[in-house]
């Protein structure tokens, strides 16, 4: 799987550890789903501020959040459904507020290795089309993120 992170954010430190973890967590998906070789993946990370405008512009929600999703094969109400000659492996792009990693780690009593890791599962699993707005979605989401993380080794 082709995974690009970039790291915009300059609120937190940076450990050299987080992009490795990332995109081992994200493979961890990739195996679970049975995702292509061939499939990619952009991974941002952000400052609490940009969260929040990206939150408000695409949400209507005037707060930071955790993490946020981006899915490529996702046709919102005014976009045109077309078929694209080639194969389009893009899956889309997770965004993650460092910010808050770090604050939900202390929150949780866990590292924010665990965090980061969990938030990049979570928004894979997005971008692949899992919800949690119902409560039998959420229960379903919740199972494979516990044994995502099982699998890396990240309990809880």
Known sequence: MKIAIVNQQTTCKWEKSYGPLIRKAINQVGKMC???????VNVVIVDASDMREFNYVYRGKDQVT????FA???????????ESPEPDHMLGDIL????RVVAQAEEYGHS????????????????LGYDHEEENER????????KLMEGLGLLR
């Not at 490529?72 to 077309?82: A, F, L, S």
């Not at 993650?96 to 910010?99: A, D, F, L, S």
């Not at 924010?112 to 971008?127: S, W």
Request: net charge negative.
């Open 66 to 69: 955790d993490v946020l999703s």
């Open 34 to 40: 049975r995702l292509a070789a061939a499939s990619e």
């Open 112 to 127: 924010p290795q665990r965090e980061l890791a969990f938030l990049a599962v979570h928004g894979m699993l997005h971008l």
């Open 139 to 146: 229960v379903l989401m919740r199972t494979l993120e516990d």
């Open 96 to 99: 993650i507020c460092m910010e």
């Open 72 to 82: 490529m094969k996702e046709i919102g109400d005014n976009e045109p459904d077309y």
